[in-house]
């Protein structure tokens, strides 16, 4: 499976957006980038998966060059409790076969007011 | 619907002494991970199961096993306590083996 790359920490003023970029140049076709975050030791949180196509949920957009050697995760309106760990990770997403997790270190993000 | 639940949250055991932690999927959900974090290593993949059986394992040596039974819940376990085993375990479900996971709260061991 494919490495992420993330900066370590990043910081984002409270109402802006936040843009945390991940660099994934050896994603192969059928690995999906997902981004999870984690808050002070809690269980990592599911926030957002795709495959090729930008998306947007509730929580956060992403999106992935056309090449899907990047991405990036936009958290609109960045508000305090948006302070975490942010990891990107791919992953295969059909078919079976060995997968083996790799987490990273993450972004760290702090959201200050 | 109920998100994963570990247990127990927090536990405190001595060197050489042997461990169990639980995991309950959110329900419907077939696959289990579990994970080790440390402050050092990281979050580090150990072991996933499906449909009872061990489907993926990562690098960590064989003090630490698990089992997932009929119903999806799933155990690990580590013998042989060491203190570098002090971490945090996280668990996570998914409905199918190449779906999203969903992680629990986690279970904080000490070590001492």
């Known amino acids: 499976d494919a490495k992420t790359t993330q900066p370590t920490s990043m910081d984002c003023a409270e109402g802006r957006a936040a843009n945390l970029p991940c660099n994934h140049s050896?994603?192969?076709?059928?690995?999906?980038v997902y981004w999870y975050r984690q808050i002070h030791s809690q269980g990592p949180q599911y926030i957002i998966h795709?495959?090729?196509n930008n998306e947007t949920n509730e929580m956060a957009s992403l999106i992935i060059t056309e090449d899907r050697k990047s991405s990036t995760l936009i958290l609109p309106h960045a508000t305090l409790r948006d302070t975490a760990v942010y990891y990107c990770?791919?992953?295969?997403?059909?078919?079976?076969?060995?997968?083996?997790?790799?987490f990273g270190r993450g972004t760290s993000l702090i959201v200050h007011p | 619907k109920a998100g994963v639940t570990q247990t127990p949250r927090y536990l405190i055991k001595t060197r050489g002494q042997q461990v169990t932690l639980s995991c309950s999927p959110i329900?419907?959900?077939?696959?289990v991970s579990w994970y080790q974090q440390t402050p050092g290593q990281g979050l580090q993949f150990l072991f996933e199961?499906?449909?009872?059986?061990?489907?993926n394992k990562g690098n960590f040596p064989g003090r630490f096993s698990g089992r997932q039974f009929s119903n999806s819940r799933s155990e690990m376990n580590v013998s042989t306590l060491e203190l570098g085993d002090s971490a945090l375990y996280l668990c996570?479900?998914?409905?199918?083996?190449?779906?999203?996971?969903?992680f629990g709260p986690g279970t904080r061991l000490l070590v001492l």
């Open positions: 199961y499906f449909s009872e059986t061990q489907r």
């Open positions: 996570a479900s998914s409905w199918g083996r190449e779906e999203t996971q969903y």
């Open positions: 050896t994603i192969s076709g059928n690995e999906y």
């Open positions: 329900s419907g959900h077939r696959s």
């Open positions: 795709g495959l090729k």
């Open positions: 990770i791919v992953r295969v997403g059909n078919g079976g076969g060995s997968y083996i997790p790799t």
